[in-house]
């Protein structure tokens, strides 16, 4: 009766041990990889060990926090002619296969986990199948695919009597993962304050506990502090402008006279003048970095620089910012020169103009590389505009139908940015139209019609007969 359980035992082992031989053995693994750059051809590799035949082989792509599956590779040996159909149940020999899957050109979107499925036959009986799989994270870096560097709240004025706060903006875009994004100024890095928050536009100059240390890398020019001139003296001279009282008669014959519109003023003025608070010392930076993931798996980088300016100091300042990414072989570099407008030049349209005409005077560049980029204003010397306004601020001032009454006034555009300012004066001349009789036009410079002319006689004429 004793030995009946130890039978018992005996057999449950022995069919387990049968049950192991009949089952196969099988383990299955994806050799890792490490971060590939999109655009290269890469290769997944399934090894698998067995003992068993094998059945199929499935390759799977995993998508949406693996919810959905994507087959993207198929083997079944069912339809291969590559084995054999002999099978020997007495003899175990572990086999070590490897399925590969080749993608050519590999993009972002390829990004995310993958699984390889392998199934072998079970040993018992051909209807059952014994599966086991892999996976792996193919991990795919993008390098950025832009750089860009503005003036952040631009365009903006120049200030002469009180300190302001200037942001530089580094946008870069299309890199994953983030890159590394960090300035210098004249080739040489700048050691910022890490930031979470600028400070508000109206906050004041930004400061740091630290010492401020002496810029000696960078010498002062004497031109830089001298005080501007002005041709606006003679308005604060005796007597009036000459284009306050602009000439009456236009001239009698444009074919005799070949003449511009325009008498271009040969004195740029470059105002620039640095109260006392400005100082001879390095600024202190400030940085912040701020990220936006985009839709593609891909990271905007914007990187924000702001300091105290100082355009004693700053104007002609080169600044780069420089980006560090594992797809990169070298840096990615963009550079911007802070520079002051400085003789702006003026085209008018159309070259002769006559009374009635809508003349246009534009800003068509300057003598320099302006950044950040200039605001512009327009005002007439001693007098408003035509449309009555004081100024206009726009990089195009249009006078709709001259009339007369504008020959010889002058006009000054006012370009400015943080680093200074310039003003630049031009003299309209206004020819005879012929098409217009003298006397006939209006303060627009339209001519009155000839039969309004004659109704408004016509009406004075009853009024004075009904009053006698």
């Not at 002005?230 to 009036?240: H, N, W």
Request: hydrophobic content about 35%; proline content about 8%; aromatic content about 8%.
């Amino acid at each position: 009766m004793q030995a009946a359980p130890r039978l018992r035992r005996a057999s449950c082992l022995l069919l387990a041990a049968i049950l192991d031989l009949a089952r196969g053995y099988l383990t299955v693994n994806i050799e890792p990889l490490p971060p590939v750059v999109a655009g290269d051809a890469v290769t997944l590799k399934c090894n698998f060990k067995t003992d068993g035949r094998m059945r199929e082989i499935v390759w799977y792509r995993v998508t949406d926090g693996g919810t959905i599956k994507q087959k993207i590779f198929t083997f079944d040996a069912m339809f291969s002619t590559n084995y054999s159909h002999m099978e020997n149940y007495r003899k175990r020999e572990d086999l070590v296969y490897q399925s590969t899957v080749r993608l050519p050109e590999v993009r972002i979107s390829d990004n995310g986990p993958y699984e390889c499925h392998v199934g072998i036959y079970d040993r018992a009986t051909r209807e059952k199948v014994v599966l086991a799989s892999g996976n792996i994270f193919l991990n795919v870096m993008a390098p950025p695919t832009s750089i860009e560097v503005v003036a952040a709240d631009s365009p903006a004025p120049f200030s002469r009597y009180q300190a302001q706060n200037f942001t530089l903006v580094c946008i870069v875009s299309g890199g994953k993962p983030a890159p590394m994004v960090y300035f210098k100024r004249d080739g040489e890095p700048i050691d910022a304050v890490p930031l979470t928050e600028l400070p508000a536009a109206g906050s004041g100059p930004v400061q740091d506990s630290r010492p401020f240390r002496s810029l000696l890398h960078r010498d002062v020019d004497d031109t830089k502090m001298q005080k501007s001139l002005s041709l606006l003296d003679t308005e604060y001279r005796a007597g009036r402008p000459y284009t306050e009282r602009p000439a009456r008669s236009l001239t009698q014959d444009p074919s005799l006279f070949v003449q511009p519109t325009t008498e271009n003023i040969p004195e740029t003025v470059v105002s620039r003048e640095f109260p006392r608070w400005v100082h001879s010392a390095e600024p202190v930076y400030f940085l912040r970095h701020s990220r936006t993931p985009g839709s593609d798996g891909t990271v905007e980088v914007r990187a924000l620089l702001t300091w105290t300016l100082n355009p004693q100091i700053d104007n002609e300042a080169l600044f780069s910012c420089e980006v560090k990414h594992p797809a990169l072989s070298m840096p990615m570099q963009a550079e911007v020169t802070l520079v002051a407008p400085k003789g702006p030049k003026i085209v008018m349209t159309p070259s002769r103009a006559r009374v009635g005409d809508t003349v246009r005077i534009l800003v068509h560049g300057f003598q320099n590389e302006v950044f950040p980029e200039p605001m512009f204003t327009w005002t007439r010397v001693g007098s408003r505009l035509l449309d009555g306004s004081a100024e206009f601020d726009g990089k195009e001032l249009v006078l709709e139908r001259v009339p007369a009454e504008l020959n010889g006034s002058m006009y000054r555009c006012t370009a400015q940015n943080p680093l200074g300012s310039t003003d630049t004066h031009t003299r309209l001349i206004v020819f005879e139209n012929p098409n217009i009789p003298r006397g006939t036009e209006d303060s627009r410079g339209s001519a009155s019609s000839p039969a309004g002319v004659r109704l408004t006689l016509v009406l004075a004429l009853t009024v004075i007969l009904e009053l006698t």
